[in-house]
């Protein structure tokens, strides 16, 4: 604890400016403290100048000066100030204790439910296989080769289309079916297939299945990705409205919601708008370099098949 004797401490005497008052500046060097306190002058006035005279029985006053309690300086205050004549000089401040906040507790999270995804892809049979209608098709053969699933094979398990199941390789997430139809009336074996792979993969609290078509897109550039969910306008895809259409007349399509996921993939347009011209288009052969395209897609769909996914292990 600091002395506070006067012989610890050293002072000047200041003059306040229009004040008759004058100030001792003291000053202890083992706290770097500094402070003013008032010199009493009472004792060495006159008496005739003496507001109080001392009485002839009393002692004589002494010259020294009583020190006061400190008052303890609040954190939360401005910091005072004390004058030294030339510059104010910062009184010592005891900072303020750290106040730590404590963390949240992580709101608790739902678990995430195993998700099945039946992956069809719409088009048109042989010989009309490798136009540019069938690029869904094209899209899915690439893609269970690049998840190396087992070749697109014939499967009583789904109606009559092509099939390759992911839980042969442990990848349970993924089931590939191929529409064995016309492309404007394959609706009815698509809600067949769906309705087959449910009795498979029954819905419940830890499993979600959902319906992913994929089709070819007139409107987008060669190799694009387009996503939609839910039932929409088919924008004249015939392939579209057969699907919509079916699962529809079986009362199935409302309940899926956005479990009913269309992905298209583009293919361009000719500039001209005529129906035949169009037609034509779609039905001609897809050139090698609008193939290497569909192709290389893929990434970019297992990228949104992965989203997808993760959407519906939360929902």
């Known amino acids: 604890m600091a002395d506070w004797s006067l012989s610890q401490t050293t002072h ?134 690049h998840l190396h699933l087992s070749p697109l094979a014939k499967s009583k398990l789904l ?22 139809s016309m492309m404007n009336v394959s609706g009815q074996g698509t809600s067949k297939a769906w309705k087959q792979f449910n009795n498979l993969y029954p819905a419940s609290d830890d499993t979600v ?19 939609r969910r839910g039932e929409s306008s088919p924008k004249g895809h015939n392939g579209i409205k057969s699907v919509q259409s079916s699962l529809k007349s079986a009362g199935l399509l409302p309940a899926m919601g956005n479990r009913f996921i269309k992905i298209g993939i583009g293919i361009g347009r000719p500039l001209s708008r005529e129906k035949d011209d169009v037609s034509a288009w779609v039905l001609g052969q897809l050139t090698h370099v609008e193939k290497s395209k569909i192709e290389a897609a893929t990434d970019s769909l297992v990228a949104v098949m992965q989203s997808e996914i993760r959407r519906l292990e939360r929902s």
């Not at 299945?209 to 996503?227: Q, Y």
């Open 12 to 145: 000047e005497q200041h003059h306040l400016p229009n004040s008759q008052t004058s100030y001792n500046q003291h000053h202890d060097p083992t706290q770097d403290l500094f402070w003013p306190e008032p010199v009493d002058h009472s004792a060495s006035l006159p008496s005739e100048l003496d507001p109080h005279p001392q009485s002839q029985h009393s002692p004589a006053k002494k010259h020294g000066i009583k020190r006061r309690p400190v008052k303890p300086i609040i954190a939360d205050s401005p910091p005072p100030t004390i004058a030294t004549g030339h510059e104010s000089t910062l009184s010592p401040i005891i900072p303020s204790p750290l106040r730590i906040r404590k963390p949240k507790a992580p709101s608790p999270q739902l678990p995430m439910r195993s998700v099945r995804l039946l992956i069809a892809s719409l088009g048109n049979p042989p010989p009309y296989h490798s136009t540019r209608h069938s690029a869904g098709h094209i899209l899915l053969k690439h893609l269970a080769s």
């Open 159 to 180: 109606g009559s289309g092509l099939v390759s199941s992911g839980a042969d390789v442990g990848r349970d997430e993924y089931t590939l079916w191929q529409s064995g």
């Open 209 to 227: 299945t959902a319906l992913v078509i994929l089709h070819d897109e007139l409107e987008s550039s060669p190799g694009t990705i387009k996503l």
